[in-house]
């Protein structure tokens, strides 16, 4: 009978402990899940609707491939950023109406998407399903400049829409989201000076326009001679530029020279300029398997490059925010994933 008691009277002391060590746990587990980390993400960034993307070597659905990775990784769908779809007065900041305007034809969205079936289809469809998913996208890139300054460095799984330009879009952009990023952050702090670095592997003649009249942005671009074919060109603050006999002639350049390049020129730009911030766009399709790109870039030296990139900004204390860009292979979102991956374990946030 004594034994009997004595256990009942351990039980009614352990029960009140086992419950709350278990609502300690429930909570501790909850505040890992929303803990945020700065990468903005939407699941409605794809583009994909009747099948017509296929039409365009751009694999449309890579951002959610991208997020489905990092997923995988143990990061909670709760912890990334979900941007505001961009809005028309902010496009007009970098856009004329006239161009915004054009877009409400199916015939300049098919000519700019270079999907040229797309001009039978209605143009609500097109707004819907491959429109609103780049003004999505700009929205993202806006969204991880402000997390960018509270974090000291953001991702957004879309954006880098390089190539629209004031007045006309090209090359799948419609959208000029790094100029219209560069100019809230000058909006917010006016002595400050913006870098904009792009090493996809075509030349970004969008911002280069765009901002060619602001003293205070200034572009490093390294690109492979190709598209859009020297176009605003003389706007680049300090180009590099990779070339081929020929426009499908044999990708260049190799791995020790892309990175040697890089290392040389950066470290020195930046003392030059002294950013206040960095907005990096990381196309993936200098990759040595990338059917537009024609560089020779392994994936080993992207992951390399992505990581350097970081480490300047971070040795100088400088923001950075990083947009996603061409990259047209199947191994792109695959690749973008890594890259991601050893910049979080870096900083602790995956281990
Ligand atoms: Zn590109």
């Not at 951002?63 to 990061?75: D, E, Q, V």
């Not at 305007?101 to 098919?110: C, E, P, Q």
Request: charged share 25%; glycine share 6%; proline share 5%.
């Amino acid at each position: 009978m004594k034994k009997i008691l004595f256990l009942i009277g351990i039980s009614l002391i352990l029960s009140p402990l086992a419950m709350h060590t278990k609502v300690w746990k429930q909570k501790a587990r909850e505040k890992t899940e929303t803990k945020k980390i700065p990468i903005v993400y939407h699941q409605k960034y794809d583009v994909s609707f009747f099948g017509i993307e296929k039409l365009h070597p751009f694999d449309s659905c890579k951002y959610s491939k991208i997020h489905k990775a990092l997923t995988r990784l143990g990061i909670h769908p709760g912890q990334f950023y979900k941007p505001q779809e961009v809005t028309r007065s902010d496009l007009e900041s970098v856009h004329t109406a006239r161009y915004l305007d054009s877009l409400n034809d199916s015939t300049t969205v098919a000519r700019i998407a270079e999907i040229y079936p797309l001009k039978f289809i209605p143009n609500w469809l097109l707004q819907r399903y491959l429109l609103r998913p780049m003004r999505l996208a700009t929205g993202g890139t806006i969204r991880a400049t402000e997390l960018a300054l509270d974090n000291g460095w953001a991702i957004n799984l879309s954006g880098g829409y390089h190539h629209a330009e004031t007045d006309h879009g090209g090359g799948f952009c419609f959208y000029g989201d790094i100029q219209l990023a560069a100019k809230k952050i000058l909006d917010n702090h006016p002595d400050w000076k913006v870098l904009i670095i792009d090493l996809d592997a075509h030349q970004g003649n969008g911002h280069e326009e765009g901002c060619k009249d602001d003293d205070r942005i200034k572009t490093f671009d390294m690109y492979r001679k190709n598209y859009p074919h020297g176009r605003n060109q003389k706007h680049i603050t300090y180009p590099v530029v990779f070339e081929s006999e020929w426009h499908l002639g044999p990708r260049v350049p190799s791995d020790t020279e892309y990175l040697n390049k890089l290392k040389e020129k950066l470290p020195e730009i930046i003392k030059n300029e002294q950013p206040n911030f960095i907005i990096y766009n990381a196309g993936t399709d200098i990759y040595k398997e990338d059917p537009l790109g024609r560089m020779d870039i392994s994936e080993d030296a992207i992951i390399e490059r992505d990581d350097y990139v970081f480490e300047q900004a971070k040795q100088h204390d400088i923001p950075i925010t990083m947009v996603l860009s061409g990259g047209y292979t199947s191994a792109s979102a695959r690749i973008i994933a890594h890259s991601i991956e050893c910049l979080l374990r870096k900083r602790n946030i995956i281990h």
